[in-house]
């Protein structure tokens, strides 16, 4: 699967893809301190619930992948942020606290993705912006397409040096050791007139969020471009299964478990472009593939 996902108010353009399956479930309370001392506990993912409380107090060194984001947390972080390979995922988040003492130990940004965007609130510097999944930076139609080519991870994100945009991933699948979650393509893809947008696509195993930061409010066009880029020819029982998602723009439900192929009329790498009108009133939009 691929696809363009085009955010504008007179133009830009937004790409990437990915095949997943999920589930969704609604923890409420506190994150329980025993949890931390599970001494095989190696992915821990409570993104999207109803949290509230700080972070472990300690943790196992075995569990490195831990996702938080989207709850009600609030307070300092504890010692343990330090570790090495560790990847923390608490975007919006009421960490603000994290500054001090261990804000020197985070990745880049994370700080400016807590609860309200602090580092862009209210600079409306874009109207627009563009993306190339997985893939150097390109030019096509004069519209620069800007590079995400990082390595994401399990509970991963990336944020460019300007905050003009970020992308998280949330999900660890137990068959791709995948370290970089992203995919490149040979496939010829019908219905389009840049193949260079479908080289490369990024995976997710559960949830996969686009961010335009800074943005100017008012009304946006969300164009998506999609290609179902996977094989199905094996002959083993995955061939039976189907790769489809929800959309969300921005936290509204406009797609329910969109299939690809289905859209294309059952033809395979075959691009189908839908489009949505959307709003911007807090000067960032979401797209949310889960």
């Known amino acids: 699967m691929a696809f363009i996902v085009k955010i504008l108010n007179y133009d830009g353009i937004y790409k990437y893809s990915l095949p997943w399956c999920t589930f969704d479930i609604k923890l409420i309370g506190r994150i329980l301190d025993f949890i931390g001392n599970w001494s095989k506990l190696k ?15 300690e943790k196992s060194p075995k569990l490195l992948n831990l996702d938080v984001s989207y709850n009600n947390l609030f307070g300092k972080l504890p010692s343990w942020i330090q570790q090495q390979n560790l990847q923390l995922h608490f ?24 609860r309200n965007f602090p580092c862009n ?11 190339k ?18 390595p994401l991870g399990p509970a991963a994100y990336y944020l460019t040096n300007t905050n003009r945009w970020r992308v998280s991933n949330v999900g660890y699948s137990i068959e791709n050791n995948n370290a970089e979650y992203k995919i490149d393509s040979t496939s010829i893809v019908t219905n389009t007139q840049e193949l260079r947008l479908f080289r ?13 930061l800074g943005l100017q409010n008012g009304k946006y066009t969300v164009t998506l471009q999609f290609a ?13 299964g189907r790769h489809v998602f929800n959309i969300y723009l921005p936290g509204h439900l406009v797609e329910r478990d969109f299939d690809i192929i289905r859209a294309a009329g059952g033809v395979l790498k075959r691009a189908v472009q839908k489009e949505y009108p ?10 949310h593939f889960f």
């Open 228 to 240: 179902e880029l996977a094989s199905f020819t094996t002959t083993r029982w995955k061939s039976l």
């Open 43 to 57: 992915q821990l993912f409570l993104g999207n619930n109803q949290l509230n409380g700080t972070l472990l107090v």
């Open 91 to 114: 975007p919006l988040s009421n960490m603000i606290s994290i500054f001090l003492p261990f804000v020197q130990f985070l990745p880049y940004g994370l700080h400016c993705l807590q």
């Open 133 to 150: 999944c997985a893939d150097q930076t390109i030019t096509s139609h004069n519209i620069v397409y800007e590079s995400d080519n990082e």
């Open 200 to 212: 490369s696509a990024r995976i997710s195993t559960s949830s996969l969020k686009y961010y335009g």
């Open 121 to 131: 609130q209210g600079s409306r510097i874009y109207s627009s912006f563009a993306i």
């Open 278 to 287: 959307t709003q911007v009133s807090e000067n960032y939009m979401e797209i």
